[in-house]
């Protein structure tokens, strides 16, 4: 399948790349291709256009979104398309066969494969059932082989749909079901679940008023990432389900600050990492259902 070429590559980042390897990245590009340092090269000038508009898209949560989903988009396009000249070449070089030859082709043929193979074929039907006479009585079991204490089950089943009763996102994105923030604030945080090899369901929670409460929540498949924007300045903290088993966590709190100045106003650009052992760049602490 052929690769698609996309900002990442003309910024020469991952894909997974938080803002400020980005940042990084556009910064030692526009130095080496600026005008200034080039003078009389177009090709220079070409190469700096191209990184300009790149940066412009991956710097802007919106818009890096988007292109994402472009990615993933043209890459299924591509899968499919390749998929169908592969069958297309197998058809087409495929010779007839008249049926009488078929059938004298299969029953010689499958006699001599089930004599050839009849002790694997014996040994896997006995597998199958043992399997289905001694199935067990709960939802779903899961034996941890290299533990020192017995086998345990798990009391939890990743649900078929998120808890708004849809099904769960392909891509890294809200979950409809907390409550909006403020729209003209332009304070971010950034959840990595790159170092994860499951998907997450998470909140954000607020710790500004008397009872904590979500105020949104979003779905991340593993190895993905999720920005969210117009946050306003407060307390938070992060609580996330990992998909793939019963983990609830909730991280440290921590806040997002807006400083005004003379002439205008900074803002936060928060980024926190999930990790299945618990040991991102925040603090984890267990969580029970019941909280949250």
């Not at 891509?171 to 304070?187: E, M, Q, R, T």
């Not at 945080?189 to 499951?198: K, L, P, R, Y």
Request: proline share 7%; glycine share 4%; charged share 20%.
């Amino acid at each position: 399948m052929a690769k698609i070429h996309t900002h990442y590559d003309n910024l020469k980042v991952s894909r997974n790349a938080p803002p400020e390897i980005i940042r990084a990245a556009y910064k030692t590009l526009s130095q080496r291709f600026h005008p200034d340092k080039n003078l009389g090269n177009t090709e220079a000038v070409r190469i700096m256009v191209i990184i300009n508009t790149s940066y412009d898209v991956l710097s802007k949560p919106n818009r890096r979104r988007e292109h994402d989903q472009w990615i993933a988009q043209q890459e299924l396009n591509a899968a499919q398309a390749e998929y169908i000249t592969r069958q297309s070449r197998f058809t087409s070089k495929t010779p007839p066969v008249h049926s009488s030859s078929i059938s004298r082709i299969n029953t010689r043929g499958i006699l001599a494969h089930i004599f050839r193979y009849s002790i694997p074929y014996g040994l896997i039907g006995l597998f199958l059932w043992n399997w289905i006479t001694e199935k067990p009585s709960t939802p779903l079991e899961r034996k941890h082989y290299n533990a020192e204490p017995p086998p345990f089950q798990l009391n939890y089943v990743r649900p078929s749909t998120a808890p708004n009763g849809q099904p769960w996102p392909v891509f890294a994105s809200y979950v409809k079901g907390g409550k909006p923030l403020h729209s003209d604030i332009l304070s971010t945080i950034t959840v990595e679940n790159s170092q994860n090899d499951s998907d997450v369901f998470v909140k954000l929670v607020s710790l500004g008023c008397v009872e904590a409460y979500p105020l949104r929540q979003f779905y991340i498949p593993a190895f993905g990432s999720f920005t969210m924007s117009k946050i306003t300045a407060g307390s938070y903290d992060i609580c996330y389900r990992n998909l793939s088993n019963v983990d609830l966590s909730r991280s440290d709190s921590f806040n997002i600050e807006e400083i005004r100045t003379f002439r205008n106003t900074q803002y936060s650009n928060f980024t926190t990492m999930l990790h299945k052992d618990q040991q991102g760049n925040m603090q984890a602490y267990d969580l029970s259902e019941a909280e949250f």
